[in-house]
Structure formats: structure tokens, C-alpha cells
Nanobody, 128 residues
Framework: QLQLVESGGGLVQAGGSLRLSCAASGRTFISYAMGWLRQAPGKERELVAAISRSGLSTYYADLVTGRSTISRDNAKNTVYLQMNSLKPEDTAVYYC?????????????????????WGQGTQVTVSS
């Protein structure tokens, strides 16, 4: 099993920044493509960003393009999400997720159903 633990959430004012971290353990981290997804109250879970095993390929949902950066440090078994210019509508529980990708090719997992492992989530609240 791959265990994922998120950190870095909190309360921030609109226009502020947060950096989320997700520490992985239990399996070979570099074998997994990673993603950050979020779920606001009453809404479906949606992808924010995804990153390939090497970190060379990334994908961003339109809702965060230009405001967020996903990255990973395979030596530290950690994936990050830097979020800038935060808006109240970014308020949600943010989840780190992983899918085994050794034979996946170049495609990134862009749908929540594509992920096999999930963290417990970290709350991000943006006040206006």
C-alpha cells in the first residue's frame, strides 16, 4: 500500500498563497503519477493538477492555470502544490492522490476515478 499524508492547508485571505505538501511512503514513489484534487461542500471532487513520474510533464485544470504549480521531489518522496492568488472559490478539501504509472506511457491521470491511492485531505479556506 502507498500511504499519502497531506499538510500545509489552512486559512488564508484572498490573494494570498499556500504551499501544500504530500509525503508518500510504503511503495516506490517514482513508480506513481501524482495528482492534487479538491472537493468543495456539495460539489464533486475535481482535479487541480497532475504530474508524471519524472516530474517533466504536468497538467492543470483551467480553474487554476497560471495560479498554481505542481512539483515533486522524488528523493524526498513528496509532491507539492504551490497555490497563488487564491480566491474564495478555491475553498475546499485538497487531496493528494496517486496511481501506479510504470506502464502508463505519457498520459497523465486527469480524472478522479483514475487514482488508486488517496490521502486524508487538508482543508484550504480562503476568506474574502
Amino acid at each position: 500500500q502507498l500511504q499519502l499524508v497531506e499538510s500545509g492547508g489552512g486559512l488564508v485571505q484572498a490573494g494570498g498563497s499556500l504551499r501544500l505538501s504530500c509525503a508518500a511512503s510504503g511503495r516506490t514513489f517514482i513508480s506513481y503519477a501524482m495528482g492534487w484534487l479538491r472537493q468543495a461542500p456539495g460539489k464533486e471532487r475535481e482535479l487541480v493538477a497532475a504530474i508524471s513520474r519524472s516530474g517533466l510533464s504536468t497538467y492543470y485544470a483551467d480553474l487554476v492555470t497560471g495560479r498554481s504549480t505542481i512539483s515533486r521531489d522524488n528523493a524526498k518522496n513528496t509532491v507539492y502544490l504551490q497555490m497563488n492568488s487564491l480566491k474564495p472559490e478555491d475553498t475546499a478539501v485538497y487531496y493528494c492522490a496517486a496511481v501506479y504509472a510504470l506502464f502508463r506511457g505519457s498520459s497523465l491521470p486527469v480524472g478522479p476515478h483514475e487514482y488508486d491511492y488517496w490521502g486524508q485531505g487538508t482543508q484550504v479556506t480562503v476568506s474574502s
